[in-house]
Nanobody, 126 residues
Framework: QVQLVESGGGSVQAGDSLRLSCAAS????????MAWFRQAPGKDREFVAA???????YYADYVQGRFAISRDTAKNTVYLRMNSLKPDDTAVYYCATTSRPIPITSFQSPEKYDSWGQGTQVTVAS
């Protein structure tokens, strides 16, 4: 079982930046893609970004050019750098991973991931 712990959320102004971190522990040797999702009040959980062990990165269209995902394999940590934040980015951000290989076409599907962190709140004021 893998444990994921997110940190780095907070309250910021529009245009500001934040960096979220997700530390993985437990059985990390079989991890496949690691991903960030977010969920705003009253909305479904939506894909933000994912990264594979090969370091290939994948992004939702609405964050292209503003967010960057990266990983430090030595620390078993994934990061999400968020620039030019907007009020619409306000949500709880979750880190997720899977112990099974999933196709790239499934990276955006939250049901394909079997380990989740507790989430970290990001609030962007206008």
């Amino acid at each position: 079982q893998v444990q994921l712990v997110e940190s780095g959320g907070g309250s910021v102004q529009a245009g500001d930046s934040l960096r979220l971190s997700c530390a993985a522990s437990g059985r990390t040797d079989t991890l496949y893609p690691m991903a960030w999702f977010r969920q705003a009040p009253g909305k479904d959980r939506e894909f933000v970004a994912a990264i594979r062990w090969s370091a290939n990165e994948y992004y939702a269209d609405y964050v292209q050019g503003r967010f960057a995902i990266s990983r430090d394999t030595a620390k078993n940590t994934v990061y999400l750098r968020m620039n030019s934040l907007k009020p619409d980015d306000t949500a709880v951000y979750y880190c997720a991973t899977t112990s099974r290989p999933i196709p790239i076409t499934s990276f955006q599907s939250p049901e394909k991931y079997d380990s989740w962190g507790q989430g970290t709140q990001v609030t962007v004021a206008s």
